[in-house]
């Protein structure tokens, strides 16, 4: 799959170039750089010979080729204007690198679990009784499944105060959120504030929810009220989608910084 | 509560939306060949379940819906919201008026 060639730049470093030539004249590639001074290899984004940065001016570099290639073709997708909105992994690389609001892993994580206490799925109305009964089917399940994934409790409540969640389970999460590291409490973050739900979040991260499933159950008042209304597509439909990208890209985001894959093969013996 | 569409498909969607992003060269993609050979890895394993096999499903699934829901944020954004402002000449249209056209130009501009 290396089509390329290999380029010296300095004693130190060296550049293994991947080149794929765009329809349109420019040149996007993306560029493996060992240095000495890291443990692997880091991957920077070239675009028409000039190598992506930051907003803030740092080089742009990326932990793994995955996300590297889904961001260089975020940038592949443009054409005559370059529309930041849509680049959403973009976004969340800019924003790890650069950390504009300076915060550590500690702040990250308090503020992620602030939304707990609001949490969508534990937030219930009283009436209309439709809704009601639509909330206690849709979002039980998966209440149910957070409180025995992780041993703890967190109940709802249609009072206006929200549930009352115990020390233990904020400490719970907060444990299990000190396991990712930066770069994934970035993405995690930004998909609990996109959703307003840590549950939903957890739900999409470990695996049990998808993209479409979450963003679903995190509009699902808005979803009852269209369907009881009628749809209005330059609305609804725009912040689905909106929501939907998202929260796709956060999630995107994080599982492809917390992981790392191993290929091994088995002989099969006969 | 993971009922995720089958990996063909999944596979299939992602070509589609690279095809819509890069056009008839999208085979000779850096996305095409990570994808593709994703897919080949994760499709034979030895266990019954496999959680990496799941995993790569999943992740395949999120892609797609990314790419997906960008795609659609943007046409959706470009039909409802691209427009712009009016310039005067089509705000005055717009009740009837005409601007007046001064031969000298006016004052301040230049």
Request: charged letters at 25%.
């Amino acid at each position: 799959m290396l089509k390329g060639f290999l380029r010296l730049q300095s004693p130190l470093r060296s550049t293994l170039s991947l080149r794929k030539v765009s329809p349109r004249n420019q040149h996007l590639g993306i560029a493996l750089r060992y240095s000495t001074a890291t443990a692997g290899g880091v991957f920077e984004i070239n675009l028409d010979r000039r190598k992506l940065k930051t907003p803030g001016g740092k080089l742009f570099t990326a932990p793994n080729e995955a996300l590297a290639i889904a961001v260089a073709t975020e940038w592949d997708a443009q054409r005559d204007t370059l529309k930041f909105y849509t680049m959403h992994l973009t976004t969340l690389c800019n924003t790890a690198l650069d950390n504009p609001t300076e915060r550590n892993k500690d702040q990250m994580i308090n503020a992620s679990l602030k939304f707990l206490e609001t949490d969508t799925v534990c937030y219930r109305v009283e009436e209309p009784p439709a809704l009601v009964e639509l909330q206690k089917n849709e979002w039980d399940p998966v209440l149910h499944w957070i409180e025995n994934r992780y041993n703890v409790n967190i109940g709802s409540s249609s009072s206006i105060l929200g549930p009352d969640i115990p020390e233990a389970t904020k400490d719970t999460f907060r444990q299990h959120l000190n396991s990712y590291n930066f770069w994934s409490l970035t993405g995690l973050e930004y998909v609990i504030t996109q959703l307003k739900s840590v549950v939903l979040t957890m739900g999409i991260i470990d695996r049990h929810l998808s993209v479409e499933q979450a963003v679903l159950l995190s509009r699902l008042e808005e979803e009852y009220q269209i369907r009881r209304w009628g749809n209005v597509e330059w609305a609804h439909d725009y912040d689905m989608y909106e929501l939907r990208a998202r929260t796709a890209a956060g999630a995107l985001f994080v599982h492809l910084t917390s992981e790392s894959s191993t290929v091994k093969r088995k002989l099969l013996q006969d | 509560m993971a009922a995720l569409s089958s990996p063909l498909r999944v596979c299939r969607g992602i070509m589609k939306e690279l095809r819509a992003i890069q056009g008839p060269s999208y085979k000779k993609s850096l996305a095409y060949s990570y994808v593709m050979d994703q897919f080949r890895k994760n499709k034979v394993t030895g266990e019954r379940y496999c959680r990496a096999q799941q995993e790569a499903h999943h992740d395949a699934h999120t892609y797609l819906c990314l790419l997906a829901s960008t795609r659609n944020h943007l046409i959706l954004h470009n039909l409802y919201h691209g427009k712009g402002e009016r310039s005067p000449e089509e705000v005055a249209g717009l009740v009837g008026l005409r601007l007046p056209t001064q031969p000298g130009g006016k004052g301040w501009e230049k």
